[in-house]
């Protein structure tokens, strides 16, 4: 896999979203996913709570990856979201989130998760790819920064 592209399709990028708490990000995102995605938003928003409540899925540096398992999915898709104010996710360093990437997987799918989450934290951990990220304005651009290949930020 060399880019999100086939995870995230260029409607599951939102450029400044204006939400006020964890809570409201989650409904948002789980809102989202299911029209995308075609799934039950009950149900993504239940998922991720259950996630959350395991531990927060803020990882640091103002980012969060909030992910989970649903029936329903034949393959791992996500959005990536950027917050006009960052929130209180209750992350690792204590860090308000303004950089958000949701994964959603298939109920039996290991590794193809597991290679997804491990990718989204690559890019994530890239703090001048997050600078680059939290500089840019559109949905369009954005999607385009989260598709370049990591060999273009190496330099």
């Given at each position: 896999m060399t880019s999100f592209d086939e995870i995230v399709p260029h409607n599951g990028v939102v450029a400044d979203l204006r939400v006020s708490s964890k809570k409201q990000l989650l409904?948002?995102?789980?809102?989202?996913?299911?029209?995308?995605?075609g799934l039950d938003r009950r149900d993504v928003f239940e998922t991720l709570l259950e996630r959350e409540r395991l531990g927060s899925t803020g990882v640091g540096n103002g980012v969060a990856i909030p992910h989970g398992k649903l029936p329903g999915l034949d393959r791992v898709v996500g959005l990536f979201v950027t917050l006009e104010e960052p929130v209180d996710f209750e992350a690792i360093d204590d860090r308000h989130v303004d950089l958000v990437f949701l994964l959603l997987a298939p109920e039996n799918a290991g590794a193809d998760h597991l290679?997804?989450?491990?990718?989204?934290?690559?890019?994530?951990?890239?703090?001048?790819?997050?600078?680059?990220?939290?500089?840019?304005?559109?949905?369009?651009?954005?999607?385009?920064?989260?598709?370049?290949?990591?060999?273009?930020?190496?330099?």
């Open positions: 409904q948002e995102l789980s809102e989202r996913a299911g029209q995308l995605f290679r997804a989450l491990a990718k989204v934290s690559r890019l994530l951990r890239d703090r001048d790819h997050c600078s680059k990220l939290r500089a840019t304005q559109t949905a369009d651009a954005l999607h385009a920064l989260i598709n370049e290949p990591f060999a273009a930020n190496a330099a």
